[in-house]
């Protein structure tokens, strides 16, 4: 078949959870033998190949309510006048434009990955639009997926239409791979680490809160985008103290190598789609705290490392109790969490069940 994919910033993925998941599922439709070209933006990509991926760089308008919607318009243009068997939006933002690609005889994707419009940095406008994004997708397109159960089953309940659960996923490293350099000054097995955008709804100040409030050696690394124009960005760099450390983004490499030798990952995030950051954690079989959000609740299943939502007092409580677990109690966790991962959420899976999908259309 031959597909393209709408909605991401480009790959290889320098950061987002959609970019992460459109360059896995896209790589591996690729050694399938399938023709996969994926439409980005000109400052995150570069025309090309990625892994037998076609990249495809189309302009933007690099605002913050443009950049997304300006990119889908002329690639839903381009990928309904190819050869594509295929269009697959990500996004509700992109799928705004699902009626415009029905105009031509392609099977018609969208991937709904989170309901955006929660997000605050949206006004009224962008939020309605993002809201019409979600009704097109669903009611428009020919096949529509949802990462999460939860999503899936409100989306349903909403429009009265199937809806397919295909989940975000991890890579299983052996996480002796990972040694630990000596960058940021950090030592394993020495730091809590947390990563994700600088955005309200991922909760770094609860989190930067909670950890001022404890007792430890520890250090508090969090790695994401660091915007100095962006006031969250500086209310959380007032709040920091010596032993909370900002990375700036980092992906690849450095980043597996934070992952594997953690002592807790934590994710105190107030709105989520299935966050990918919390797959790829336990995917290296160490602890995890997080929020007690329902899609945080249906990644973790059964295991008691929760805190209520937003609550400094529970976090620092919560983390207080981890940080005192032996070695042995860190192994059992952490076994739970990769165990959970090999079983709902490889990569190699999830790209099997979306081939169905497309197959089915294809018939």
Known sequence: MKIAMIGSKGIPALFGGIERHVEEISVRLARKGHSVTVFGRKSFCQNGKYHHVNIRVLPSIQTKNLD???????????AISGSFDI????????SI?????????????????APDYKQVKWGMF???????????????????????????QQLYKKYGK???????????????????????????????LAVGRFIVEKGFHTLIKAFR???????????????DTDEYTKMLTKMAQDKVI??????GMRLNRLYANSFLYVLPSLVEGLPISLIEAMSFANPVLVSDIPENLEVIGNMDVTFRRDDVGDLKKKLEKMLK??????????????EKVKECYDWGLITDKLEKVYLKLKK
Do not use: W
Request: proline share 3%; net charge positive.
């Open 213 to 227: 409030k404890i007792n430890t050696e520890k250090k508090l690394v969090i790695v994401g985008n660091k915007c």
């Open 162 to 192: 199937e809806i397919h659960y295909i989940p975000n996923g991890a890579n299983i490293y052996n996480r002796g791979e990972f040694p630990l350099q000596k960058e940021f000054g950090l030592e394993e097995g020495g730091y809590i």
């Open 126 to 152: 962008a939020s309605y639009v993002l809201k019409m994004g979600e009704k097109q997708a669903v009611l428009r397109s020919d096949a529509v997926i949802a990462v999460s159960k939860l999503m899936s």
């Open 246 to 251: 900002f990375t700036g983004f980092l992906s």
């Open 325 to 338: 677990l032996n070695n042995g109690q860190r192994e059992e966790i952490g076994n739970r969490c990769l």
């Open 68 to 78: 997304t919607a300006t990119n889908s318009f002329y690639s839903t243009f381009v």
């Open 97 to 113: 434009f699902t009626p415009l690609a029905k105009i031509s005889s392609k099977k018609i994707v969208s991937t709904i990955h």
């Open 87 to 94: 269009i697959h939006y990500h996004g509700i933002g992109p």
